[in-house]
């Protein structure tokens, strides 16, 4: 199965500040990976799919890009409710899998 | 508001059995392919069981299969995971999830706030 590794584990900001994530696939999944954002005790919430879309009523500031092995979820100017744990999954391949999650949290 | 709820985790035996349900408000549940994803302690999220919106084609990832099985009833906006012959590597955070597509596994748009399924003697 393809593997997902994201990077850094933790990104420590301060509210305004740009947030990039990385999620990097073990083979090419073509387009094909969504980013999430989880807060404790809340449900994921879909944020970005087929690398570049926004899923319905995401705000302007959550970006994607990327293709192939190589994508980055980018949070241009960082809001106090972004601070939470942000992961990537494919469906390029069988089975869907999906990344260990980043942890954006306060400086 | 669209919506998933989770219900019927717990404390189960090794080998035991358990059955899952997540009702479905807000959206037209039978035109929606359905998931089971599931987070163990200290791990990342996986992809477990999805039933396309009729109610065939169900898929498993190796690690249920022949242990659990999905299934829905579209009148009751329901989905269902039955999991039976528990092990430990079982207990975990069960989340039904919502797919974007009709039949097959695409992305998850909504998501319930999941239910703990622990297996432990």
């Known amino acids: 199965e393809i593997v997902l590794t994201q990077s850094p584990a933790t990104l420590s900001l301060s509210p305004g500040e740009r947030a990039t994530l990385s999620c990097r696939a073990s083979?090419?999944?073509?387009?094909?990976v969504a980013w999430y954002q989880h807060k404790p005790g809340q449900p994921p919430r879909l944020l970005i799919y087929?690398?570049?879309n926004r899923a319905t009523g995401i705000p302007a500031r959550f970006s994607g890009s990327g293709s192939e092995t190589d994508f980055t979820l980018t949070i241009s100017s960082l809001e106090p409710e972004d601070f939470a744990i942000y992961f990537c999954?494919?469906?390029?391949?069988?089975?869907?899998?999906f990344g260990p999650g980043t942890k954006v949290d306060f400086k | 508001e669209v919506q998933l709820l989770e219900s019927g985790g717990g404390l189960v035996q090794p080998g035991g059995s358990l059955r899952l349900s997540c009702v479905a408000s807000?959206?037209?549940?039978?035109?929606?392919?359905m998931n089971w994803v599931r987070q163990a302690p200290g791990k990342r999220l996986e992809w477990i069981s999805s039933?396309?919106?009729?109610?065939?084609?169900?898929y498993y990832a190796d690690s249920v299969k022949g242990r659990f099985t999905i299934s829905r009833d579209n009148s009751k906006n329901t989905l269902y995971l039955q999991m039976n012959n528990l092990r430990a590597d079982d207990t975990a955070v069960y989340y039904c999830?919502?797919?974007?597509?009709?039949?097959?596994?695409?992305?998850?748009?909504?998501w319930g706030q999941g239910t703990l399924v622990t297996v432990s003697s």
């Open positions: 039933i396309s919106h009729s109610g065939g084609t169900p």
């Open positions: 999954q494919h469906r390029g391949a069988w089975p869907p899998t």
């Open positions: 083979q090419s999944v073509s387009k094909y």
């Open positions: 999830a919502k797919d974007s597509s009709s039949d097959s596994v695409n992305w998850f748009d909504v």
């Open positions: 087929d690398a570049s």
């Open positions: 807000g959206f037209t549940f039978s035109t929606y392919a």
